[in-house]
């Protein structure tokens, strides 16, 4: 099992819940389990079945390059972000 | 990963060659995007709102089309209209249809300078004339100037559709709200010994890049379109002009011209699908090129913003807990940098306790773009003075506080993830240990400031060939407009690899049908992802020559080794052979050698700056005086060393021009008043002394060679740095930027005092 930390505001669908413990072997599969779980929170993190702009990934402190099909592993932590432009 | 821990085999990479393209622009022959003309080439301008905030009733140009010379008008009515949702356009999340709104008003102007339309001429001049000649009819609105007046029940509405989550069906300029929540703050706040809070506020400034924005485009009958332009990222301008204009990505070419600054404010477009909407209607190529006027009322400086931080620590010194308000303004549209901000205001600092709301507010302001660490400044200032004080409550060193609280590998950031090697302790410490941390200063009305600064850094997609010549040089192309050196740091990791001079390698910047797809120079990632892919293409390239060199011996490739420049065979009795001489043979043994790779660069390290600011103020005019500086940063691998000091020098010299004088002043109708450089007070080499720079070394171990990034951080720390030290000159604590003569004097005169000798005693003790 993984652990998914969900972000302050989407705390309401998981019951205040922080960390949350997920299967799944990318995260495809660990969000489709997040909404079995917390129904409702797919839609906050993904749309037209990809992930949404807005939101970036970490996957055991490295940002995810892979989309939904980035691999997550047995332990592994996942960060839910705003996704940032950079400046100079 | 990192190789960079032992700096010592390194033959090329930490040296100090003169930059590849050095001659071309100290002899001017270097062509800059208004350089380029081309056979029946007309000239555009763009007509600008008079009006902060008003509605566009109807638009009339028929007299401009009809001046002669003047060849083509056009509106937002010849623009497609885009979707209303977020999507991934080029860098970063943004929402074409305001991408759009923002080339060409859509029914309301939204701020001074906004694009109504343009006109393409044969000279500028009739162009110029021809804007006088078109009548736009405005309903005029009030306009909403400030984020406190936009977030107010009841406000003007900016944009009718625009909603977030929290406010449900109703219209709202508050574009978005963010929180990080972490522990128990006021559980925490209630243990502190010393809590702290204050409310800051920072205004408008511009990246204030020499060059401004320009553009030809050339639309041909055939349907492809080609811009040439000044641009950090051309594969954006590419994809982003493709959405507002309606034309398939494949279907444009974009040319970086060389670039004279950016630092953020080149990442997205203004005059390039312009161009091309002109060239499109009249058959020929169309340039447009800003006014410093244009520049400053019409293209994206950074936000303006709000912050209220509560911080609380123990008695010795350990911050236990930090609350955060904080509001940027976007500008017209959605986007401003406060997540960033959001994420960086706490980073150097491991933190139990953390509570932060963020909100990205609309007003009648230039939309916002990227400038340098974008977000980052701002929260910074706020942040880095409360410590200050918490320090000083605490009876503690500002720098050793910062050590005390200082995030390490394994510390959680912000927004959750545990950071790996980083080099925040590392950075202060150098700032501790430097000779001008440990001389003491003296003198009346002088005070000494330190404060630190975070930077993510960025990965993202890069590409690189890397060709070698038949008289055994290389070229190493990629699709990175240098704004920072990278030509140099790019050419000098070729020569690196294959062992080779770095004056053999010659760096080439080309055009988006000539590279693999290639984002932005920004977020400090040039020399990070893209010098990743130069070292895969160059690692390549250096496989292929062994491979050549083995058949020419007759061997396996694992037989044969490159070693500075030259190939060995493992075995006895086989002449080494040189890269040169083998590059004569290359077509009888295979053809031409090109080494290519592509990444979507992962293993980013974060960067850290820490500086110390002595200063001297006026107490009659509130003027300050710079005395001395200093800022060191992390810099994971100084490929350049020399390009990397210039980076921190620049990043440090904006960084104090934020803090002292750069503001947009508009009038309480929305106009923009200081829309000059004589008005928009940029710091000269007459404001600042030799910036003193310490590059620190904490190789990233994401990295083959350990860089980290470094185009960035360095501005993050100067305006609290300059705040604390202004503090301990006078004894007033400023929270207002900038802070310059008119807003400190005004300080000076309340507080009552012209001086602190307290200050100047604790400045004393502190040098001791």
Known sequence: MATAVIPSLLRGLTGGKERVRVSGRNLREVIEDLERQFPGIR?????????????????????????????????????????????? | MAEAGTNGHFKVIGTRPIRHDGVDKVTGRAKYGADYSFPGMLYGKVLRSPHAHAIIKSINFDKALKLPGVKAVVTSADLPEAEDKAEQVGEAAMNPRYLSMNILARGKVLYDGHAVAAVAATSPHIAEEALKLIEVDYEVLPPVMRLEDAMKPGAEILLPNLRNKEEGDNPTNVAQHLQFKRGDVEAAFKAADFVVEREFRTETVHQGYIEPHNAVGIYNADGHATIYCSTQGAFDVRSMSAQVLGIPVGKIKVVPAEIGGGFGGKTTIYLEPLAVLLSKKTGRPVKLVMTRAEVLRATGPT???????????????????AQVWMAYEAGAFPGSPVAAGAMTILAPYAIENVLIDAYDVVVNRPKSAAYRAPGATNAAFASETVIDELAEKCGIDPLDMRIMNGAKEGTPQVAGPPYKRIGFIETCEAIKNSEHYRSPLTGKNRGRGVAAGFWFNAGMQSAATVNIHTDGTASVVTGSPDIGGSRASCAMIVAEVLGIPVEDVRPVVTDTDSIGHTDVTGGSRVTFATGMAVYQAAQDAARQLRERAAKVWEKTVDDVELRDGTL???????????????????????????????????????????????????????????LRCTVAQDAGKAIHPAYVEGQMQGGTAQGIGWALNEEYVYDAQGHLRNTGLLDYRMPTC???????????EVPNPGHPLGVRGVGEVSIV?????????????????????????????????ESGRAYSPSAQEHQAAAAD
């Open chain 1, 43 to 88: 839609s906050q993190l993904t749309e037209d079945g990809e992930l949404r702009s807005s939101i970036a990934v970490s996957i055991d402190g490295e940002i995810a390059t892979g989309g939904l099909l980035e691999p997550v592993g047995q332990g592994s932590e996942i960060h839910f972000l705003p996704a940032l432009g950079g400046g100079a």
């Open chain 2, 303 to 321: 936000s303006g913003s709000k912050i209220r931080v509560k911080m609380g620590a123990t008695r010795d010194g350990r911050i236990t807990a």
């Open chain 2, 568 to 626: 060995y065979s493992k075995g006895n009795g086989v002449a080494p052979m040189t890269i040169r001489e083998l590059a004569k043979r290359l077509a009888r043994t295979g053809g031409p050698i090109t080494g290519r790779a592509t990444v979507n660069a992962r293993g980013v390290g974060p960067g850290f700056a820490a500086t110390c600011i002595d200063v001297e103020v006026d107490p009659d005019t509130g003027k300050v005086q710079i």
């Open chain 2, 686 to 696: 007459l404001d600042l002394p030799m910036i003193e720079t310490i590059i620190v």
């Open chain 2, 717 to 749: 720390p100067p305006p609290a740095a300059i705040a604390n030290a202004i503090y301990r000159a006078v004894g007033v604590r400023m929270r207002e930027l900038p802070m310059s003569p008119p807003r400190l004097l005004k300080a000076i005169l």
